[in-house]
């Protein structure tokens, strides 16, 4: 018998024991899954966005909106390339569904965000159609639109001239994001900007707030002080930072999220650590007379406590490796459902595997030690 | 045969000293279990139960038809005042109708020790405000003076942001506010600043309101003053009692954290059973020839079935104890903050309440049950003979 199979046939000779302590740390890496999946939504998860563009918005609060008069003075400034507004459009699909809907020039938005991938004649539609609107792939699979639809989407803000709050927008383009990172950011409609300031009642020249692309990455910070400055000590004083950390500061309201999820993974983490530390140390005290005759027959201190350690290495892994698994489908499917953009994706798993061999050592380092340093004369003896 | 279990029992009771360590992974893993649960509703539980206390049956909340929410809605001066002209609204000693026009805004201040801004509630109020809140005492320095930029600020923001405090200066659209005083009232609006409204409407360039508050005579005058209102052409408005409208905005919040409680602790649970079947047969192996003693010696099957299942319930309660414990050291009473329906940062505690501890420990009992259930089967089942001959 080769040593893996060893390692093996040990493992498999009490299979309920052995089971149950594969479910616990399944069901245990289940968890860690979609919980750092959720942790890394809410800190680092605006990574991919990177450095580019520049929000500008209101110091005051975003809810604020800038107004359009400002645009040439944000253009003007050396590093922007190129700018957009979008203002929100306060959505509302049915009797009580929020959607994020914002207003915005065709062409702009089609500059800034490259990473937004229409056709063509898409483009032009929008351009061209005064009541045109176009949404995200996930938004328009949800609802079941179709181009050449006419949606009906009422707003909880803003009223048409005639005073009714009931809007309906032309379906004429779908758009899909570059890589899967931004596919999961299709869930965004937008509408035709021209036609919303001039047919709401509350008259027009809000930008909301402004996207600017840069020529330069690196010139962020002085862009960002340079427009800052312009307008200190004007009514619309402003705050502009890249979209990284406007992104990262939204998700930051929502709460302590992070500090939650962090308190649920340790006591996670630490329940799990006990129940398989118990369970190997009993398998080792149980064994103890066996592994002295191993010692007897020739076997190294060191490759007994091999034998100890690749046991405990087998079952963190193994449960370790579906539980991940169920929780990346898991994690696919609430992310795909479009109401939530969890993934459970590469970076979890390298976390994932790093606390699985932590795991590892934690619970098997022990019960291992406590193997190799075994008296061959004292264990046989029982004592 | 109740005897005999009890015989049984109190003999697995009093071993399990001697045992710890396998006893433990129970007794830790109901803790975890229960102590996420607890918390994690202790939250919803909190943020509820402030909104819930924040809004008063008898007073009236007029928005705009169909803003759902006051950061949405607007109100011009004229619509302002026929809302508090209208019949069934209390008036005063002066005769005067007891109303608030309101508005709100937003502005990002600092969390304490972080550098993202985070959304605060600016509310413009009328003199009446106070009126309408009994709740809000103005516990350090003054009340704002009309006309003046005077801010007084709740007591959830002014420990929980940066430049809330006492004398500070809030600085927002070009100008500067001075904080003149701190107000206390134990619910939502603890989480808001406040304002002169004409000032607030200056500086902000709004020439509207966002909401309009109204004394009523009592709570069941609300359908007639809403009929008053919808009857009037030059409104459109909805009208909610302030209760029914804080209520509302707690809805989403609950269901979110009910379904993340529920999916933790769901795979928590599972991951307990496991562990706690493991335990108890592991217990049940370790005693198999004292368990096969008992039963040559006249012991009939169902006292060892009981007794296991009562062992594996005692560990699971005292687990189960340990970790509502756990969750009101840790968490009752603990200050947080998220996002209300206005968009803004809305402050309240922790709250770990008996029926939360109630329920974490039925959830204990029963998972405690089916770890034990198993074992205590095979403990019952476990051919006598073979289990004297064995080990």
Redesign the interface.
């Known amino acids: 018998m080769t040593k893996t199979g060893f390692v093996f046939a040990n493992l498999f000779r009490k299979k309920t024991r052995t089971t149950l302590t594969l479910l616990s740390v399944m069901t245990a890496f289940l968890l860690f899954g979609l919980l750092q999946a959720v942790n890394v939504l809410f800190s680092a998860g605006a990574d991919f966005v990177g450095a580019t563009r520049l929000v500008t918005q209101a110091r005051v609060s975003f809810t604020t909106p800038l107004p359009l008069r400002m645009l040439p003075q944000i253009e003007a400034v050396p590093g922007v390339d190129k700018v957009m507004w979008q203002q929100w459009f306060g959505a509302v699909w049915q009797e009580n569904t929020s959607l994020v809907f914002f207003a915005a020039d065709p062409q702009r938005m089609r500059a800034v965000y490259p990473e937004y991938v229409m056709s063509d004649e898409q483009w032009k539609a929008f351009d061209a159609t005064r009541t045109g609107m176009i949404v995200g792939r996930q938004l328009a699979e949800k609802y079941g639109w179709k181009i050449g639809d006419k949606v009906p989407i009422a707003s909880n803000i803003f009223p048409q001239k005639d005073g009714s709050k009931a809007w309906a927008f032309d379906l004429v383009g779908i758009y899909d994001g570059k890589d899967e990172e931004w596919q999961r950011q299709t869930n965004v409609g937008w509408i035709n900007f021209a036609y919303f300031d001039e047919a709401n009642q509350f008259g027009s020249g809000r930008a909301g707030t402004y996207t600017l692309k840069l020529a330069d990455p690196d010139q962020a910070e002085q862009v960002a002080q340079a427009i800052d400055l312009m307008f200190e000590n004007s009514p619309d004083e402003t705050k502009t930072q890249t979209e990284r950390d406007f992104n990262i500061g939204f998700l930051k309201q929502i709460g302590d999220i992070g500090l939650i999820v962090r308190w649920i993974l340790f006591a996670v983490f630490f329940t799990l650590l006990l129940v398989v530390g118990n369970t190997m140390a009993q398998s080792v005290r149980e064994r103890v007379p066996e592994l002295a005759i191993l010692k007897t027959l020739g076997f190294s201190d060191g490759s007994v406590l091999g034998f100890v350690l690749a046991e405990a290495l087998l079952i963190c892994v193994i449960g370790g490796l579906v539980g991940m698994g169920i929780a990346t489908f898991l994690g696919n499917l609430v992310g795909s459902s479009g109401n939530f953009p969890l993934a459970v994706d590469g970076q979890v798993w390298i976390t994932g595997i790093a606390a699985m061999l932590f795991m590892s050592l934690a619970v098997g380092l022990l019960p291992a030690l406590r193997a190799q340093r075994l008296k061959i004369v004292d264990a046989l003896a029982g004592r | 045969m109740l005897s005999q279990t009890a015989a049984i029992t109190a003999l697995n009771l009093k071993s399990i000293p001697q045992r710890w360590?396998?006893s433990?992974?129970i007794v830790?893993?109901l803790?975890?279990?229960v102590?996420?649960f607890t918390?994690?509703l202790a939250?919803a539980e909190g943020f509820q139960s402030t909104l819930k206390s924040t809004g008063r049956e008898d007073v009236a909340l007029v928005l705009r038809?169909?803003?759902?929410?006051e950061?949405?809605s607007?109100l011009g001066r004229e619509q302002v005042t026929l809302i508090k002209q209208a019949p069934g609204v209390v008036r005063d000693a002066a005769d005067q109708p007891i109303g608030s026009g309101e508005m709100i805004?937003?502005?990002?201040l600092l969390r304490v020790g972080?550098s993202?801004?985070?959304?605060i509630t600016v509310r413009g109020v009328e003199p009446s405000a106070f009126a309408l809140r009994p709740q809000v005492k103005i516990v350090e320095g003054r009340a704002f003076q009309t006309g003046l930029r005077e801010l007084v600020v709740g007591r959830g923001v002014s420990r929980q942001f940066e430049g809330a405090k006492l004398g500070q200066t809030l600085?927002?659209?070009?100008s500067d506010w001075t904080v003149v005083g701190v107000f206390e009232s134990g619910d939502a609006n603890e989480s808001e600043l406040w304002a002169d409204v004409e000032v607030a409407q200056s500086t902000?360039?709004r020439q509207g309101y966002s909401s309009v508050r109204v004394q009523l005579a009592d709570k069941d005058a609300i359908e007639a003053y809403k009929d008053a209102l919808t009857a009037d052409p030059r409104l459109?408005v909805d009208v909610e009692s302030e209760q029914e409208y804080y209520s509302g905005q707690t809805r989403d919040f609950r269901r979110t954290i009910g379904a993340l409680a529920g999916?933790?602790t769901a795979?928590?649970g599972?991951?307990?059973i496991?562990?706690a079947?493991?335990?108890m047969?592991?217990a049940v192996a370790t005693r198999a020839r004292e368990i096969a003693t008992l039963r040559a010696i006249g012991f009939g099957g169902l006292p060892v079935v009981a007794s296991v299942m009562i062992e594996s319930l005692v560990l699971a309660l005292i687990g189960g104890a340990i970790g509502a414990a756990l969750a009101f050291l840790l968490f009752n009473n603990l200050a947080?903050?998220?996002?209300g329906s206005n968009?803004t940062?809305v402050v309240f505690n922790f709250k770990v309440t008996p029926a939360l501890v109630g329920r974490g420990l039925v959830i204990a009992v029963v998972i405690g049950m089916i770890g034990g259930f198993l074992p205590a089967l095979r403990a019952a089942r476990m051919p006598v003979t073979t289990a004297l001959r064995a080990a």
């Open positions: 360590g396998a433990l992974v830790v893993g803790a975890g279990v102590a996420v918390a994690l939250m038809g169909g803003s759902s929410a950061l949405n607007g805004v937003i502005a990002e972080e993202t801004g985070s959304n600085r927002m659209r070009g902000f360039n459109n999916v933790v795979i928590m599972l991951g307990a496991f562990a079947l493991n335990t047969y592991a947080v903050s998220t996002l968009f940062q």
